[in-house]
Nanobody, 120 residues
Framework: QVHLVEAGGGLVQAGGSLRLSCVVFGRIASINKMNWYRQAPGKQRESVATIFGSGGTKYADSVKGRFTISRDNTKTTVYLQMNSLKPEDTDVYYC??????????????WGQGTQVTVSS
């Protein structure tokens, strides 16, 4: 069974920084891509950043130049470094991974979510 554990959310003033982490536990064949999403109450979940198996990255326009997605050498931990935070970045942030299971099935998993609050 695969599960994800997130950490690093909290309260920060505008202009500050936070670093989120997400560890993937469980036996899998490989991870295709790792993503960070965010969601505010009553709104759709939106993609923030993606890191692909190749190491390539993609960002939402709203966070380009401020957020950086990365992973560790084992490729089982993904990070989101968030700088120059704005009040509009306040959301619950979710980690998502697209994996190839040992069974050969492709499946995605979600973390529990971590609250990020940016005060003005």
């Amino acid at each position: 069974q695969v599960h994800l554990v997130e950490a690093g959310g909290g309260l920060v003033q505008a202009g500050g920084s936070l670093r989120l982490s997400c560890v993937v536990f469980g036996r899998i064949a490989s991870i295709n891509k790792m993503n960070w999403y965010r969601q505010a109450p009553g709104k759709q979940r939106e993609s923030v950043a993606t890191i692909f198996g190749s190491g390539g990255t993609k960002y939402a326009d709203s966070v380009k130049g401020r957020f950086t997605i990365s992973r560790d050498n084992t490729k089982t931990t993904v990070y989101l470094q968030m700088n120059s935070l704005k009040p509009e970045d306040t959301d619950v942030y979710y980690c998502n991974v697209d994996v190839l299971e040992l069974s050969g099935n492709r499946r995605d998993y979600w973390g529990q979510g971590t609250q990020v609050t940016v005060s003005s």
